[in-house]
């Protein structure tokens, strides 16, 4: 079973690699990141944050339910934003304020390598790009306009990156 990295873990800065092998291993790594992710409370969660470095992401949909996202790219940005209290599974007990495009049209293959289009606003959309961005290794702290909680945490967790840098 796969276990949550944690940040500052190099994993969660590199760019992940696209997935071109849609076959059983690829049904199974999905199947059991969703199962992590629910059983962090979470509502989505990227390969690299598994320590997997692939294009992949799974999406909540309540009830054990997850939609995949392979290979996806973000094909069109709103000019309209909005602001949400994020939080992250790699960055336990930090939350903050992030301002990002309201609607975005996504491209993307499911498990079986069928090419996807879709519109989401709102909530949806706002998950996909936190997702997206793990794949770019991008964390949301790095788009915060504000932390709400954990800024002690976050810190110290910077503090220990810099020490590793010396």
Do not use: W
């Amino acid at each position: 079973m796969f276990k949550i990295a944690k940040y500052p873990d190099p994993i969660l800065r590199k760019t992940a690699k696209p997935i071109s092998d849609f076959n059983d291993e690829l049904k199974k790594m999905a199947s059991d990141m969703a199962e992590v992710m629910y059983e962090d409370d979470g509502i989505g969660l990227a390969a690299p944050q598994v320590s997997k470095s692939l294009r992949l992401i799974v999406i909540g949909l309540g009830h054990g339910d997850f939609k995949t996202y392979v290979n996806p790219e973000i094909t069109f940005f709103s000019k309209e934003k909005t602001k949400t209290d994020e939080g992250c599974l790699s960055l336990p007990k930090i939350f903050g304020d992030v301002i990002r495009p309201k609607k975005i049209h996504v491209k993307y293959y499911d498990l079986d390598g069928q090419v996807h289009k879709e519109k989401l606003k709102g909530i949806d959309s706002v998950i996909l790009q936190h997702e997206v961005d793990h794949l770019n290794g991008i964390l949301f702290i790095d788009r915060v306009e504000k932390i709400n909680q954990g800024q002690e945490l976050l810190d110290a967790l910077k503090k220990q990156l810099d020490e590793q840098a010396k």
